[in-house]
């Protein structure tokens, strides 16, 4: 399945991509519904620094940054630095899980925001497909407007 998001942002790509390649950007993105962390002893790490190729370990999604509900074995396949990032990963519920998120300048003080996501449940969960697509459309929807709302500051 296959779901696509996109937004413009009022701000330079230079300043999305500093907020976009860290945990505390990914996480504001996310909140109040989830939040991710990086796996133990790699709380430092950023898209930028995770190495490209190298899977990183668990980062566990929580519901309402609590719950511990699923897991990303994160592993970013392409870094295009300041433009944009290819991940692809595994999932406790996933059998696929492919994030593309790239950056293309408007000018000098807007960007937009592309995310593409494709993904493949787990063989029990695939009748869920279409609402999980809806929810991560939906999710996808929420972290670009949390992004804007972030830089309309």
Not at 49 to 58: D, F, H, K
Not at 121 to 128: A, D, S
Request: net charge positive; charged share 30%; with cysteine.
């Amino acid at each position: 399945m296959i779901v696509e998001r996109q937004r413009a942002i009022d701000a330079s790509a230079e300043q999305v991509w500093e907020r976009i390649v860290t945990p505390e950007g990914i996480n504001d993105e996310l909140r109040p519904w989830m939040t991710m962390s990086m796996p133990r002893g790699r709380k430092d790490l950023t898209v930028e620094t995770i190495p490209v190729g190298e899977p990183v370990g668990r980062c566990w999604m929580r519901l309402f940054g609590v719950l511990p509900f699923d897991y990303d074995h994160l592993t970013i396949a392409e870094l295009w630095p300041g433009r944009g990032f290819h991940e692809e990963s595994t999932m406790l519920s996933m059998r696929l899980w492919r994030h593309e998120r790239t950056l293309e300048p408007v000018g000098e003080a807007r960007t937009v925001v592309r995310d593409r996501l494709t993904f493949e449940l787990r063989t029990p969960l695939r009748v869920l497909t279409p609402a999980i697509a809806a929810a991560v459309g939906a999710l996808f929807g929420h972290r670009q407007r949390r992004l804007a709302r972030y830089f309309s500051r």
